[in-house]
């Protein structure tokens, strides 16, 4: 997903390296958490522990470090600040999350005590409260931490203030990795936050900078998929069925009573309203490539793939297609363009349940699935190629129903689309469990 502020995110400490993975892995859930914890490195640099012995353990010069500070200046001396949350850090790689949260909040206090209770300089330690809350379980603290964090900025930068964009496409994307779609710890109210944000970056992205504009069409986009997301939670993950002729079920996986089938539709049309609006912003923007459009229309068709259009789906797939061959500086690539199936990216792909329990040796395995995508994105033929030995049964059957749920893209060929046969996907689980 693009963000108009990854250099900015990355200085402040957010995990953009890990969003990618998180978001196509939502069962690393926790892993990633973990790793987004000790992504950056201890902030050291202060005059004051410059000639500690760094062979003995980091959070006890930092301890050290402190008291000398708070001999010198008192207990709420500024220079703790970046201290705190260097011991933080520390504490985060030992394991140590209750010691680490301590850390943390006397940073925020410290803040608070020379800049005042809306500062700003208090966001990256209430970030790594908010990972603490959601690693030990407490998903309503962290969301508390999370409210906060948006009522400083709002009441120091203003609601309307376009300086508060970076603030929520951040909140957003830590969302996204803390709380992957798919998962089944999320809820109504998760998907609904998430839409909030998005509705959020596109107000004040329309307001300040105009419907045309690149990054307006990066909040349409977000928009979308966070509707997406709603609408696949409330349908199901499989969403078997269209939202037009979606009815309330009341066995199984079904939508729970209390949601009704309008609140299914509402999300459809108003995440392929923002997808709408992302193709006409892009259209818009006279740096936009013809490769650039036919790939949005690519992505538009994937909507409706996944939402039982598939004749819709087909007719913008050819139109990217058409599109590529009318012009002279990309012609060469169409016949490159859709030329082989591809999962879905809308699609979060979930690992197979059966990994959970698998022997080591199983996780570090890689295997060729060979599989029929038909031109209306379905899944047939799935054949393991060369299972390793130790693989049962029941695994074989858990990755074969895991391929069929995957929607694909289809293939094209000569501008049209195909069915592909024999085609050979490749499944790597790293010694992590993570596939791809």
């Not at 349940?353 to 038909?374: G, H, K, Y």
Request: charged content about 25%; proline content about 6%; some cysteine.
């Amino acid at each position: 997903m693009p963000v108009s502020n990854q250099t900015q995110q990355a200085k402040d400490g957010f995990t953009t390296p890990l969003l990618g993975l998180c978001q196509r892995q939502p069962a690393l859930g926790l892993g990633c958490i973990l790793a987004s914890l000790i992504w950056l490195e201890p902030v050291v640099g202060q005059e004051e522990i410059a000639d500690y012995d760094f062979h003995t353990d980091p959070a006890n010069q930092y301890l050290d470090a402190i008291d000398n500070i708070e001999a010198d200046y008192g207990p709420y001396a500024m220079e703790l600040m970046d201290l705190y949350q260097g011991l933080g850090q520390t504490l985060l790689k030992n394991g140590e999350f209750e010691q680490a949260r301590d850390a943390f909040q006397r940073g925020v206090l410290v803040v608070r005590v020379n800049s005042g209770p809306h500062s700003p300089e208090q966001t990256n330690n209430l970030y790594r409260l908010a990972d603490i809350a959601t690693v030990l379980g407490e998903l309503n603290a962290a969301d508390e931490v999370l409210h906060n964090i948006y009522f400083i900025h709002s009441n120091y930068h203003g609601e309307d203030s376009p300086e508060m964009l970076p603030v929520l496409e951040r909140m957003y994307q830590w969302y996204m990795v803390t709380r992957p779609p798919g998962s089944l710890a999320l809820e109504y109210e998760d998907y609904d936050r998430m839409i909030e944000m998005t509705e959020e970056m596109v107000r004040i992205n329309e307001a300040a900078k105009g419907k045309t504009h690149p990054d307006t069409a990066v909040a349409y986009r977000c928009h979308s998929e966070a509707q997406f997301q709603m609408v696949r939670h409330l349908t199901g993950s499989g969403m078997p069925l269209t939202p037009e002729s979606y009815s309330i079920l009341t066995t199984g996986n079904s939508t729970p009573l209390s949601i009704e089938s309008d609140s299914v539709y509402k999300h459809y049309k108003k995440g392929l309203k923002a997808f709408d609006s992302y193709l006409e912003s892009i259209l818009a923007d006279e740096s936009t490539t013809p490769l650039e459009h036919a790939e949005a229309l690519a992505d538009l068709g994937d909507w409706y793939l996944l939402f039982d259009k598939p004749r819709r789906s087909r007719r913008l797939y050819e139109e990217g297609y058409q599109i590529l061959t009318q012009s002279e500086q990309y012609s060469a690539l169409a016949d490159r363009y859709m030329s082989h199936p591809k999962p879905v990216h809308f699609i979060i792909n979930p690992l197979p349940d059966f990994l959970e329990n698998a022997m080591t040796e199983l996780r570090e395995m890689s295997l060729d699935i060979s599989i029929t995508v038909t031109s209306f994105g379905n899944v047939h033929s799935i054949e393991v190629l060369k299972a390793p030995e130790g693989m049962s049964k029941g695994d074989l059957k858990e990755i074969k129903m895991q391929m069929r749920a995957i929607p694909f893209r289809p293939a094209m060929k000569e501008g049209e689309v195909v069915t592909t046969k024999d085609f050979i996907w490749h499944y790597a689980i790293d010694p992590q469990g993570s596939a791809s």
